[in-house]
């Protein structure tokens, strides 16, 4: 037993020897500057409120490899601020991201599919023509797409479909 504390106690001292030199000098007080500041870029993305009968553009904060998130932010209360200005939105179905698509296709490669996932099975849905101008235009800030095919849209086809652009709704803006 006494053997097994002495290997001990040396294993021990050894240890800190050799650990004691690995090259770190102690060095006195190092100024490290001044704090860090996050100044990332997060872009930009334009949502269409609604203004009395007008749709209006409104820039909001983006999310980098987000570029649907307005048409996200459609079924959300608008801000204090934009309350303030009068604004509001007439979309009371949430649009989520990751069920929307750019559908590639030859004859219209910038269509983008807004789906509504509370309606499965889809049931119709009563669009207000303001909701339909947000949806669209919002959709159209977006680079590359050119419509929107929506469920329950005017002009439906036979599965209920319909395609929407915010060239449509050029008296509203």
Known sequence: MRDRLAWTIAAAALAAAVTAG?????????????????AGNSGTITVYLAQGKKVVPVVRPGLPGN????????SVRVTSG???????TEVDHPLEGR??????????PG????????T???????????????????AQAVPGVSSVELWSAPGADG???????CGDFDDMR
């Open 22 to 38: 690995c090259g770190v000098r102690p060095t006195g007080v190092i100024d490290a500057g001044q704090p860090v500041e996050a």
């Open 67 to 74: 570029p649907y998130l307005g048409l996200n932010q459609l």
């Open 82 to 88: 934009e309350r303030l200005q009068g604004l509001h």
């Open 99 to 108: 069920l929307i698509r750019i559908v590639s296709q030859p004859d219209d």
């Open 111 to 118: 269509r983008l599919v807004v789906d509504l996932p509370d």
């Open 120 to 138: 499965v099975p889809h049931r119709p849905v009563h669009w207000s023509r303001t909701a339909l101008a947000q949806i669209a235009c919002t």
């Open 159 to 165: 599965n209920g479909w319909g395609t929407v652009r």
